[in-house]
């Protein structure tokens, strides 16, 4: 990194910079990476498959898809507001059903097969993407609404256990702090959420 930044390039580019290094090394050296670029004001373009590496390093972020660009913006809009399917699945966001737009009483609503939600925000009509934000989740009957399951499976990852639960025959992934009680597989539990938090809606196919 030194030598290349030793000429004082217009632009560096870097591919995979930290791939073949160990998680610890790789956390670390992720902000070293952003310091230097960011001290030296150098402009740089890494390309990477790490998610995490990307918004550390990154004040824009480009995700693309067989050559074409899915989404541009900063790393906190790319994770907060997914274009598309596409987007969604690259940030891990799996918790994904099918839903139609209807409209209902002069209001917009989403029929899914976990339930039906009003919409604020929206004003199109036919077939969407409906996500389900994991980071929106509480266990519990504490928010606005409830969606009962059946424990799939419970990963213990140090801070936080990422547990697998069946809703009405949709697999859906949450993650919950590993210092609170934790329910076993085949437990059936109640979860809880806010849909104007929780809920993002988008069409199946990623704009042009």
């Given at each position: 990194l030194a030598r290349a930044l030793a000429p004082h390039p217009n632009l560096l580019m870097l591919d995979e910079p930290l791939g073949a290094l160990d998680r610890n090394l790789r956390e670390r050296l992720v902000f070293d990476l952003r310091n230097i670029l960011q001290k030296s004001h150098q402009t740089a373009i890494d390309g990477t498959h790490d998610q995490e590496e990307a918004f550390v390093i990154a004040d824009r972020v480009i995700i693309m898809n067989k050559g074409r660009i899915a989404q541009i913006g900063t790393p906190e809009?790319?994770?907060?507001?997914?274009?598309?399917?596409?987007?969604?699945?690259?940030?891990?966001?799996?918790?994904?059903?099918?839903?139609?737009?209807?409209?209902?009483?002069?209001?917009?609503?989403?029929?899914?097969?976990?339930?039906?939600?009003?919409?604020?925000?929206?004003?199109?009509?036919?077939?969407?993407?409906?996500?389900?934000?994991?980071?929106?989740?509480?266990?519990?009957?504490?928010?606005?609404?409830?969606?009962?399951?059946?424990?799939?499976?419970?990963?213990?990852?140090?801070?936080?256990s990422k547990v697998t639960i069946t809703i009405a025959q949709h697999l859906f992934t949450f993650n919950f702090p590993s210092n609170t009680f934790l329910p076993t597989r085949g437990e059936t539990v109640t979860i809880s959420f806010n849909p104007d938090e929780a809920l993002q809606i988008f069409p199946d196919d990623c704009p042009d």
């Amino acid at each position: 990194l030194a030598r290349a930044l030793a000429p004082h390039p217009n632009l560096l580019m870097l591919d995979e910079p930290l791939g073949a290094l160990d998680r610890n090394l790789r956390e670390r050296l992720v902000f070293d990476l952003r310091n230097i670029l960011q001290k030296s004001h150098q402009t740089a373009i890494d390309g990477t498959h790490d998610q995490e590496e990307a918004f550390v390093i990154a004040d824009r972020v480009i995700i693309m898809n067989k050559g074409r660009i899915a989404q541009i913006g900063t790393p906190e809009q790319i994770y907060k507001y997914p274009s598309c399917r596409f987007v969604a699945n690259f940030l891990g966001l799996s918790n994904q059903v099918d839903g139609e737009v209807v409209m209902q009483d002069g209001k917009f609503i989403v029929h899914t097969s976990i339930g039906d939600y009003p919409l604020q925000g929206w004003d199109t009509l036919g077939n969407v993407t409906v996500l389900l934000r994991p980071d929106t989740i509480q266990a519990g009957k504490a928010g606005e609404h409830n969606l009962t399951g059946v424990v799939e499976d419970v990963t213990f990852r140090g801070s936080a256990s990422k547990v697998t639960i069946t809703i009405a025959q949709h697999l859906f992934t949450f993650n919950f702090p590993s210092n609170t009680f934790l329910p076993t597989r085949g437990e059936t539990v109640t979860i809880s959420f806010n849909p104007d938090e929780a809920l993002q809606i988008f069409p199946d196919d990623c704009p042009d």
